[in-house]
């Protein structure tokens, strides 16, 4: 077994998108070796994520391969019943041991490093790595289109995990972005009344989905009891507060680079509770695609590129008309 | 009884500190009249609270008679039960039949007036008017000094009504001012590990009571369950994130009138709780003064001056040193 295992780097190359204070197509980028426990993935697809975008604005200091959104086969690995088989990979590497660790929350693991966005070089690669403990296999009735939304998915599946709901709130979801949509479509799951709110008519439109109600005006609704703050702006907060209820609840899921001046007595005054909201484990998202197999993943699909078109690809993601653009290799 | 009722406003005068974009001390403001249900308080004494400088600075755009922190005695009211009660009061006048003030939580009715700080006269002043129902009688055995921090110390105790603190946690409050010193007094009836973090050796030293460790450094601090955030300042919220663990949670309890850029990515990253806190119940405040005579809310007292030196006590409360300025009438 140990001859299908590379433990030092490897001296092949493959083709890479690489972050280094600008964005590049490598086609000589080393691939990675694999270590015990570990395995190196062959990338089918990869997504562009808004964090992405974010961190070629400098979010998080990071360099190297960008990409934490991915469907790929595994190619290397020390234990062979994985070989061959399709998975997609949380992206939290966790050192194991700390007391985060050890209560099963190594997503905040204070050692960790995260795929394509901090010290790990990410997925937009032909390779990339990841522990075997991250990998999840990806049934066979779910296509590569739809699997490659298991992360952004997951994501909003946290806010399941973070709330109780009973399914009486009349939730507000701030932002028809790909992470706004897909947190409307796993409320509708439990709660009847969410209503998102956006910019975008053709966004708007797609978001149609399970009773949902759509409106680009928000300005005439108030009291929500929930809301999620995905507008990927740092002036979303304040939006969020004028929207929510006295003692109700703003989910924060939007990561940002940059700082806003933010008035933040409404807090106070009306006894918000602001609750940042981040990654979700990936077996959640899995079992909500099945559970749903008509939630329209696939038509949050905006374009498609080679990788070597990841230049462009980056350029169409930054765009407000873009929902999700990916990466084939 | 309709006799001691002044249904018009009274003709009479009296002394007043008015806030109208400048402060000044009035001898000529007319006597508050009293509707039925209401009582009218011969005041004795009133404290300068933050919020009091806010107003000053321009927050909620309030103008009319300051203050909301008193004690005093009953002089006018329809139930003669209360004439020559010594009380205090809760500070917002709610509406008394919306969907909050039928649960209970009239702190939140959208339509309330607040006492001194959002159209309703405040008690800076030889007279003030509240509904009976926010009356509140001080037993004889706690002195005026010790009653009228009732308003400020209940504000704490809203803390513990939200959270639910079971004593093993790490607790670190941010902010020697006056609320900072109540909030670790308050957390630390329940809590043994509560820190309180400033920067003024004299207020940390007075803070002292009840096993509260104190400090001027809280860089070396990290990983509290709950950080509350009483600085007062705009800037209060980004060093509460660096003191907090993930998934732990900042209690927002400054009120202040200026925006400040905060970038807000660690709540996400970290997942954590924000919590606005406001005002409490007063009978919480007194149940804990009653509870703990030992408490030295007293010692808190910087300053005293007659109502006419009021220009002169709001230049001494704006003082970093100043914790607690009393106005006499």
Redesign the interface.
Known sequence: MISILDLEKSSRMMRAVVWDRQLRFLSNYPVPGVQPGWARIRVKTAGICRTDLELTKG?LGFSGVLGHEFIGTVESCEDIRWIGKRVAGEINVACGHCS?CLKG?GR?C?GRTTLGIDRLDGCMADYCILPVSNLIEIPAGISDDRAVFIEPLSAACEILE?LSLNGSQRIVVLGDGRLGILCAWVLSTVVSDVTLIGHHPEKLALSAWNGINTTRDGKYYSGADVVVEATGS?TG?AQAMTLCR??GIIV???????????????????????????CGRFHHGLTLMEEHPDMPLESLITNRFPIEGAPEAFHQAARNSAIKILLDL
């Open positions: 979010y985060w929350q905040h204070p973070q740092a907060l006295p003692r924060l899921k939007s990561t940002i680079a940059v700082s806003a001046a933010v008035n933040l007595s409404p807090i106070v005054i009306h006894e918000l509770t602001v609750l940042g909201s981040r």
